[in-house]
């Protein structure tokens, strides 16, 4: 599936935040669209949801402060466990991960936003350009952008080669 410019665009301008602020666009993202996400995404029949709830578990077991470390390793390629693991989702699997850690973040067995957090204000465009997207580009930009993330080792010493 291809997007939009636009919805290019703003996956650039989402990427392009800092690892923490990215967090926290995809948090308030969650809390606007909430239960319409993964449901109603389409091709959510092709995520694997006991793999998905798997690689969550292990998310869950973690200290909050390791959980943060955690989805920041995620968004920024670190080479994990976990990491690794999630490489190897399919994108819609993927989605549903980042689904279930929104929900654990809400019912507390993820570590939550901040009390009182606001986003900065080039986050908060981010999100307002998000909102204005049909839900299907916005459903092809939070694939688009989820999958990327984690450590695959094929990429990245591909990735090594092409930097010498």
Avoid: C
């Amino acid at each position: 599936m291809t997007i939009s410019h636009v919805a290019d665009d703003i996956l650039q301008a989402l990427r392009g935040l800092e690892v923490d602020q990215q967090l926290a666009v995809f948090w308030f993202v969650y809390t606007e669209m909430g239960e319409s996400i993964t449901p109603a995404a389409p091709g959510a029949g092709t995520a694997a949801p006991e793999i998905a709830e798997g690689v969550f578990a292990q998310v869950k077991e973690l200290s909050q402060d390791e959980q943060l470390e955690l989805q920041r390793a995620l968004i920024t390629q670190k080479d994990t466990q976990i990491s690794r693991e999630y490489a190897a989702l399919s994108d819609t699997t993927k989605l549903l991960f980042w689904y279930l850690l929104a929900q654990g973040m809400d019912n507390g067995t993820i570590i939550p936003m901040p009390a009182g957090y606001e986003l900065p204000s080039d986050s908060q465009d981010v999100v307002e350009q998000i909102k204005q997207l049909s839900f299907e580009d916005q459903m092809a930009l939070f694939r688009d952008y989820v999958s990327p993330m984690g450590f695959d080792s094929t990429t990245a010493s591909t990735k090594s080669e092409a930097a010498r």
